[in-house]
């Protein structure tokens, strides 16, 4: 008899519940939602909300709402959600002084209730918040990721589908570094169903398709008007949430604890990762022109500033 697994978020607001939503759809785990005490019966709306969908889409696995940290006992995987998300004008870097005290405090619980669990960071600004998180946890640095590069390739993607008509099931790239102005999406590897995207767009297209990347939950936040995205990103840390507890060993984007890889050392960065039952089970050192590796050095740069204005480090 196969034994249950067990996801906790933390963090019920748009992205926890739309992350809770698609994992019970796929059966992937159980799920337990946490949440601010003020805001107990919110989370349990929630999830009986969620739960009472069950025998529509046919799931049987369950999704609980609590206040009450200690419930992420014996969890495989907590997704860290928790924090101020951004409003408009302001940048993911701005909510650095807010968001780490968050996260530190966070860390250490999970560490407490869920010792065994592998700790996967949305909080922005997410590379240093990964890094508050693994300097907190005590975690070894396999089992505490960050969740930007799953998310930043796939808007990548869908903008490249969109200027060729073609499905995005063809698109094939991947965006390192920071998660905000300075990401670095990788142009000269890029493919659709093996076909060179250089081939097929021009430099212009293809760098306006880069700047609005970077650009592209700043967009978001600006359309909505209130709050930040939420969708993809749930998907996109459902993503990297499969490839760990089916061990699927994924070729993903995602931040990693650097230590002399790409040149770098004591940094949380964007790199090409294989995500299986242990985490980050390998970091893959891809080979980068020129200007790619003078972009990722830019990036890496302005990610140690934020970096260095942590309180806790």
Do not use: W
């Not at 969908?53 to 046919?58: D, Q, V, W, Y």
């Not at 970091?283 to 020129?290: D, G, K, M, R, T």
């Not at 590796?293 to 500033?305: K, P, W």
Request: hydrophobic share 40%; proline share 4%.
């Amino acid at each position: 008899m196969s034994i249950r697994r067990k996801v906790s978020i933390i963090g019920a607001g748009n992205t926890g519940a739309t992350l809770a939503f698609i994992l019970v759809q796929k059966e992937m785990a159980d799920i337990v939602m946490i949440d601010r005490p003020q805001s107990e019966s919110l989370v349990k709306g929630k999830a009986l909300d969620i739960l009472e969908s069950g025998p529509i889409f046919g799931f049987d696995t369950t999704v609980h709402g609590s206040a009450h940290i200690e419930d992420i006992k014996d969890s495989d995987i907590v997704v860290m959600t928790a924090g101020v998300p951004r409003k408009s004008g302001m940048t993911r870097d701005d909510l650095v002084q807010t968001n780490e005290e968050i996260v530190h405090e966070t860390a250490k619980q999970i560490a407490t209730y869920a010792p065994d669990s592998a700790i996967i960071v949305l909080t922005n600004p997410v590379d240093a918040m990964t890094y508050t998180a693994l300097k907190a946890s005590g975690f070894p640095k396999e089992r505490v990721i960050g969740q930007s590069g799953v998310l930043d390739t796939a808007r990548y993607q869908t903008f490249i589908a969109e200027a060729l008509n073609v499905s995005v099931k063809d698109v094939k790239g991947l965006v390192l570094g920071g998660h905000g102005d300075t990401m670095v999406p990788l142009i000269h590897s890029t493919q659709v169903n093996g076909v060179p995207v250089t081939q097929l767009l021009p430099k212009n297209i293809l760098d306006d398709i880069v700047k609005r990347t970077r650009k592209g939950g700043a967009e978001i936040v600006e359309l909505l008007g209130k709050g930040s995205a939420y969708y993809a990103p749930a998907t996109a840390i459902y993503e990297m949430i499969e490839a760990i507890l089916k061990d699927q060993k994924r070729l993903l984007s995602s931040i990693a604890y650097i230590d002399g890889e790409y040149g770098f050392a004591d940094i949380c960065l964007g790199v090409p990762t294989i995500l299986g039952n242990r985490g980050i089970e390998k970091i893959i050192e891809v080979n980068l022109n020129s200007n790619e590796l003078e972009q990722l050095q830019h990036s890496a740069t302005s990610v140690q500033t934020i970096k260095d204005a942590l309180t806790f480090k």
